[in-house]
Nanobody, 132 residues
Framework: QVQLVESGGGLVQPGGSLRLSCAASGFTLDYYTIGWFRQAPGKEREGVSCISKSDGSTYYAGSVKGRFTISRDNANNTVYLQMNSLKPEDTAVYYC?????????????????????????WGQGTQVTVSS
């Protein structure tokens, strides 16, 4: 089955850490730019971080820069999002997406397609809740 599967979400206290995983099955992530997106209740979906398929360049939203780190593990066909110093405002459903096109990491993360039609693959999401 061809799909992206996110995991690693959960409940964490403010200041804590989580590592999200985005695992691909049925296709190879090497050929795709990968993005992490999130959507909180009542808010628009936003791009959190993206990593290129070519040179490993990355993009981070201003709200997470310095706290989150995106990385690729091509051997395991997985992309990770390490989230440190979590804040209550990071609470959301986190999704990963794969894009084969030539878009830059900034374009993928900034120009979010709410219909998801732009992306070749889109995961089912994992809930992250930051609360004391």
């Amino acid at each position: 089955q061809v799909q992206l599967v996110e995991s690693g979400g959960g409940l964490v206290q403010p200041g804590g850490s989580l590592r999200l995983s985005c695992a691909a099955s049925g296709f190879t992530l090497d050929y795709y730019t990968i993005g992490w997106f999130r959507q909180a209740p009542g808010k628009e979906r936003e791009g959190v971080s993206c990593i290129s398929k070519s040179d490993g360049s990355t993009y981070y939203a201003g709200s997470v820069k310095g706290r989150f780190t995106i990385s690729r593990d091509n051997a395991n066909n997985t992309v990770y999002l390490q989230m440190n110093s979590l804040k209550p405002e990071d609470t959301a459903v986190y999704y990963c997406a794969a894009l084969e096109g030539p878009e830059t990491v900034q374009a993928m993360c900034v120009n979010v397609d709410p219909t998801q039609m732009l992306y070749d693959y889109w995961g089912q999401g994992t809930q992250v809740t930051v609360s004391s």
